[in-house]
Each structure stands twice: as structure tokens, then as C-alpha cells.
């Protein structure tokens, strides 16, 4: 795709099904990627696919600024951000405030600390392009969600506020939103809560008008055209990837 070739591109969660794919397909683009996580990367998947991996908690702006320093000395200047780390709680109106406060913490504050350290960076580079993971959750109402639902409308309203504030300095920030992938989080959900996976997924699937759970390359894709010059005419913009299912 256009624009990508040479360029920074930081994804945050990228040890994660949801963030390694769009990692990946940045590096496949010619991108020089450093993957965040608060994870240690024990099994060198970074690497693997010839990205960097930094430990940060993105909560903590006191790693995360000198992250984004380190990254433009080893690497150069961010100039795409992918911001698909996420807390995953779900629960509904018994959720408590520490609940509240641990996904909020996370979701919606460290999104908001790595995006300014991000931004910081773009202005030097004249410009840049920010991909915010919101969620279907972020548009419509879910079983016990209220939690995850909170913080991925809040996304999509923090990607529209930024695209207003940001524009006059050439950057760009549209929000993706991802329905049922199947990813190893969805497998690991499932056996936690001694379901079957095939039945789970044939379920999931049910509903959506593909009949099928989407897999984390397809998401990446749309990841990597709103990194691109491809998509340069957008800004403040969500873009389902959702197999149809919010159509219904």
C-alpha cells in the first residue's frame, strides 16, 4: 500500500492476536514496527517477524515517553500508531469501581497517554496516521458488557475529538472496529468457561451475515490501509470490519 514503505509504525497490544496481525502486516509493508506490551515477549514473537519488542504498561506515562524516545533513536520518529491494546472485563450493572477503574485505566487513559507521546513524535514528521481499536461493542448493546462497551464508545469519541484537534498538523485518526474474530482469546474464553469451542464458534457465526468469525490477517488489512496514504482522505471515520454483523 501506499506511504508505508520506511515508515515508523508503533502498535501497542501487539503481542496480542489483535495487534501481532496488524504488526505483521505493517512489517510485510516495509515498516520498521515496535510492538508494546506489557508483556514480556518470552517466545521472541516480535522478532519473529522482524519487529521490536518494548515492555511498557501504557498506564505509566513515565515508560511510555521514554518508549516513544527510545523507539525514534533505534528506529526514527513514529509516524503510525496502532493502538489495539485493550483490558478485556466484562461485566454488567454489578460491576464494581475497581472494575470500572482497571478497564477505564487502561482502555481509555493509556490509549490517550501513547497517543500523545505518538503525536508528539508526528509533529516533527509533519504528519502521521493513528488507528484507534474501538469494537462492535462501541456501537451496540451486548449481554453483560457494560464495562468493555464504556470504554470502546469512548474510543470512538476520543478518535473524533483527536481527528478535530490533530488535522491542522497533517495527522490523521480513524477508529477500527473489529466484530467476532477468532482469535486465541476467544478459545482461551471458551475453555475458561467449560464450553466447547466448535460449539461457541458455530454459534458466534450464526449471526453473522458471512456465517463466519473473522481471523485477526483480515483486520489487519483494514489496520494497514488506514495506516496508508491509501486512505488519506479520511479522518474521524469508523470502519467496521464485522463480517455484517451490526447490518442486522
Not at 509493508?29 to 511498557?56: F, M, S, Y
Not at 482461551?188 to 466448535?198: F, I, M, P
Request: proline share 2%; glycine share 8%.
Amino acid at each position: 500500500m501506499r506511504g508505508l514503505a520506511d515508515k515508523t509504525a508503533v502498535v501497542t497490544g501487539g503481542l496480542g492476536d489483535l495487534g501481532y496481525a496488524p504488526a505483521k502486516r505493517l512489517v510485510e509493508e516495509r515498516c520498521r514496527v515496535a510492538i508494546l506490551d506489557a508483556k514480556p515477549d518470552e517466545q521472541n514473537r516480535a522478532q519473529a517477524i522482524g519487529a521490536t519488542h518494548w515492555q511498557v504498561d501504557i498506564t505509566k506515562v513515565e515508560e511510555v515517553t521514554p518508549a516513544f524516545d527510545q523507539i525514534a533513536e533505534r528506529l526514527d520518529r513514529c509516524s503510525i500508531l496502532v493502538n489495539s491494546a485493550a483490558l478485556l472485563i466484562f461485566k454488567g450493572i454489578d460491576a464494581s469501581l475497581d472494575e470500572f477503574q482497571r478497564i477505564c485505566n487502561v482502555n481509555v487513559a493509556g490509549t490517550s497517554l501513547v497517543t500523545a507521546a505518538a503525536v508528539a513524535h508526528m509533529k516533527h514528521n509533519n504528519g502521521g496516521s493513528i488507528v484507534n481499536f474501538s469494537s462492535i461493542s462501541g456501537f451496540i448493546a451486548q449481554p453483560q458488557f457494560a464495562t468493555y462497551t464504556a470504554t470502546k464508545f469512548a474510543i470512538r469519541g476520543l478518535t473524533k475529538a483527536w481527528a478535530l484537534d490533530l488535522a491542522q498538523f497533517g495527522i490523521r485518526v480513524n477508529s477500527l472496529c473489529p466484530g467476532s474474530i477468532y482469535t486465541a482469546a476467544f478459545v482461551t474464553r471458551c475453555k475458561a468457561l467449560g464450553k466447547d469451542v466448535e460449539t461457541e464458534d458455530a454459534k458466534e457465526s450464526k449471526a453473522i451475515l458471512l456465517k463466519r468469525q473473522g481471523r485477526p490477517e483480515e483486520v489487519a488489512s483494514v489496520a494497514a490501509f488506514l495506516a496508508s496514504e491509501e486512505s488519506s482522505y479520511m479522518t474521524g471515520a469508523d470502519v467496521l470490519v464485522d463480517g455484517g454483523y451490526t447490518t442486522v
